[in-house]
């Protein structure tokens, strides 16, 4: 149960954008040794020359890098097998390729296997938290949530709601989204480390009568978390409000029903006015920025210093499969490159911090998760700097710490995750893999 192990470790302290230098906003050991006992981080140190008399079963990785497991704030699981899909933007692509996907989650033997899929492929990327949208059948919900349960891993999901816009076969109604998902809560809200979100697709496939009660949903139960879409594309916008010309905007939407807040994570928001930020900002409400996503359907790009800027909270999403890769990694490479394509820079630090703590305070979890601090529940990726030679001959020329985890940032996917721990277990191991 109890455990050590020598690495390398990074983690964060504090938002690299918050302090003056970007030295005060993390911690590096080079050469360090961590202590987990019962699943929560015990210690993190400098390593010693007595460590290996003192812990027998020392777990030695020195030459990998530690860090704490990444968290992906926005993943579509039922969406596995449709990855990648050719030729439309947003809501063709609903129509033409993702609700027909969907369908097939009203069976449970088939959402057992693709739950079963989705979550050994999260821990084979070093994910060890996400934040998941199910699809409109609650066994769909059962069914990752079930398999979560069986790594032990913090995992928040929710069966979507949406009753007009959709095709007959995908539609809740009003009385039946709210209470199957009343039904969910109930079952799993809080069962280990699982916890429920409110999972409203998005304001164009939910009616008023929808929208008003899953608002009083979200009051009957403030504890759990609330996931829907905004403004990611400019016909998407455009048809939310003309679908509810009463309110000022699109998100106000969502502000009208009472579904905005510190608990609550809107994906994309890449083209907000003036108005929702500052929205955003008095609710406190929270952005998955989805980068592979946005590029890949043509929606546009998110400004994440203007985010910063108003102390917009935003968690890194893979958005599967709008997204085209599961690792977190290759997510931050297309964020950097986001970024570069409106003239602003994502730095390694910036980058990891929002695939670890960012995420965890994303998703008002950065007491337990997302940080190596003693206490915080021992989720954990273990990354080689280089699976490929030409990583290896970028690395060998590297010129400091910020440099490697540069190159690991924009070279790195799956190859680079050598293990991945939950609650101290170690869930996923390619070494073993391999032999
Ligand atoms: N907006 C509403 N539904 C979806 C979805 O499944 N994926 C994305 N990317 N955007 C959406
Ligand atoms: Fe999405």
Known sequence: QNCAIRASFLHFIANPADVATPADSYQYF???????????????????????????????????????????????????????????????????????????????????????????????????????????????????????????????????????????????????????????????????RLQYAITPRFAPTSSAEQLTLTGKLRAEYPDTYVQTHVSENKN??????????????????????????????????????????????????VIAFCPSSNMFLGSGLFPLKRASRDKVRVGLGTDVGAGTSFSPLQTLCDAYKVLQLQGQKLSALDGFYLATLGGASALSLSDKIGTLAVGSEADLVVLNWAATEVQQLRMSNAKNLEDKLFALMMLGDDRNIAATYVAGHCVYDAANLSK
């Open 30 to 192: 080079a050469d360090g040794l961590l202590v987990i006992e019962n699943g929560l981080i015990a210690e993190l140190r400098d390593y010693r020359a007595d460590d290996a008399a003192k812990y027998p079963q020392l777990q030695d990785r020195s030459g990998q890098l530690i860090m704490p497991g990444f968290i992906d704030t926005h993943i579509h699981y039922a969406q596995t097998e449709m990855i990648a899909a050719y030729g439309e933007q947003l809501l063709e692509w609903l129509d033409t390729y993702t609700f027909p996907t969907e369908q097939q989650f009203a069976d449970k033997h088939y959402a057992d296997k693709i739950a079963q899929f989705v979550i050994n492929e999260l821990l084979k990327n070093g994910t060890t938290s996400a934040l998941v949208f199910g699809t409109v059948h609650p066994q769909s919900v059962d069914a990752i949530f079930e398999q979560a349960a069986a790594k032990n891993m913090r995992l928040i999901a929710g069966k979507v709601m949406m009753d007009r816009h959709a095709p007959d076969y995908l539609l809740d109604t009003p009385e039946s989204g709210y209470a199957e998902s009343k039904a969910l809560i109930e079952k799993w809200h809080n069962r280990g």
């Open 236 to 285: 998407e916008i455009e048809w939310a409000k003309s679908l509810f010309p009463e309110c000022r905007g699109y998100f106000d939407i969502y502000q009208h029903y009472g579904l905005t807040g510190p608990k609550s994570i809107f994906s994309h928001a890449i083209h907000l006015t003036e108005d929702e930020w500052q929205a955003f900002s008095a609710t406190d409400s």
